[in-house]
């Protein structure tokens, strides 16, 4: 069993920052790439922010430059801060991971809950 469990979302003002972290654990061998996604009311879920295991990142457009996706390979987590946070960056941000949980199966792709970030004009 594998478990993606994000903290940090939250209520902010515009112009304020935020930092979510999303904790991988249970059966274990590997971490491939991991990201965030956002979901906002009426809308279909977006890809975020992704980081390979060798650290390359990738970002949405929208976010370019105010968010930054990083990640603690002894820790299992991913982090992901946010400045300048807008009122359109309101969303449910999911935790992705694809992990592989013994060195002979293929990685399989899990999800967090996902954390509500609030981001009041």
């Known amino acids: 069993q594998v478990q993606l469990v994000e903290s940090g979302g939250g209520l902010v003002q515009a112009g304020g920052s935020l930092r979510l972290s999303c904790a991988a654990s249970?059966?274990?061998?590997?971490?491939?790439?991991m990201g965030w996604y956002r979901q906002a009311p009426g809308k279909q879920r977006e890809l975020v922010a992704v980081?390979?295991?060798?650290?390359?990142?990738s970002y949405a457009d929208t976010v370019k430059g105010r968010f930054t996706i990083s990640r603690d390979g002894a820790r299992n987590t991913v982090y992901l801060q946010m400045i300048s946070l807008k009122p359109e960056d309101t969303a449910v941000y999911y935790c992705?991971?694809?992990?592989?949980?013994?060195?002979?199966?293929?990685?399989?792709?899990?999800w967090g809950q996902g954390t509500q970030v609030t981001v009041s004009s």
């Open positions: 992705n991971a694809a992990i592989r949980s013994r060195s002979y199966t293929t990685p399989g792709d899990y």
């Open positions: 249970g059966s274990i061998f590997s971490i491939n790439a």
């Open positions: 980081i390979s295991s060798g650290g390359r990142t």
